[in-house]
């Protein structure tokens, strides 16, 4: 099936320091997404992007986050400064409308240290 | 409260054998869909459903918008189906705005010899 490629696969960083996580979403997919997953646990909703813009975010999406996908390369998540907080995996995920299936990239495992 | 009640949260089945898992839903939901997540953490897409039932292979999934629930039946369970599998549900009114997925907190199926 269509494959949503997420790089790097781990991320290990100091507290304070800056850490882009990258996603290549499936090639015709308008609309785009991040999930936080900590420790296995329930998959939450950080945020959806489509047509350059953040649709909805939800309280997990601090201020230090943000998403941007400069002219359709990766669509990238950025967090400046991270906290021990931020650990977990991030999924990345993308579809066609707004409607249909989602497809999830295989998740990005951050360390904060 | 949680939108998405995912029942039972551990399961251990025989080879051979089956069970079914549920999602009840505390909103009227307009589409779920289930993922099984594997020993590596990738997330597979099982089903996605609008209305009505789906089958592949020894999965079979049924969305019942106005009772609110949705059901995943395994039947003939191999080890290979181990893993923690996950129901997600869009909630009515986002539209155009991208589909945000409510994730339950998953069910551990450990598939025994």
């Known amino acids: 099936g269509p494959k949503v490629l997420q790089i790097p696969s781990h991320q290990i960083i100091d507290m304070g320091q800056m850490v882009t996580l990258n996603c290549d979403p499936v090639s015709n997919h308008l609309y785009f997404y991040w999930y936080k997953q900590i420790l296995g646990q329930q998959m939450e909703f950080l945020v959806n992007?489509?047509?350059?813009?953040?649709?909805?975010k939800s309280k997990l999406f601090k201020d230090q986050f943000s998403v941007e996908r400069p002219d359709g390369s990766y669509f990238t998540l950025k967090i400046q400064p991270t906290a021990l907080e931020d650990s977990a995996v991030y999924f990345c995920?993308?579809?066609?409308?707004?409607?249909?299936?989602?497809?999830f990239g295989s998740g990005t495992r951050l360390t904060v240290l | 409260g949680d939108q998405v009640e995912q029942s039972p949260s551990a399961l251990s089945l025989h080879e051979g054998t089956g069970s079914a898992l549920r999602c009840n839903f505390t909103t009227t939901m307009r589409a779920v869909q289930w993922f099984q997540q594997n020993s590596r953490g990738s997330l597979i897409n099982l089903f996605y459903?609008?209305?009505?039932?789906k089958e592949n292979g020894r999965l079979k999934s049924t969305f019942n918008s106005k009772e609110s629930y949705s059901t995943l039946h395994i039947r003939d369970a191999q080890l290979e189906d181990s893993g923690t599998y996950f129901c997600a549900a869009e909630a009515w009114g986002y539209g155009s705005s991208g589909n945000k997925l409510i994730f339950g907190i998953g069910t551990l199926l450990s598939v025994k010899p």
């Open positions: 992007f489509y047509n350059g813009k953040v649709m909805e």
């Open positions: 995920a993308s579809s066609f409308s707004g409607a249909e299936t989602l497809y």
């Open positions: 459903l609008a209305s009505g039932t």
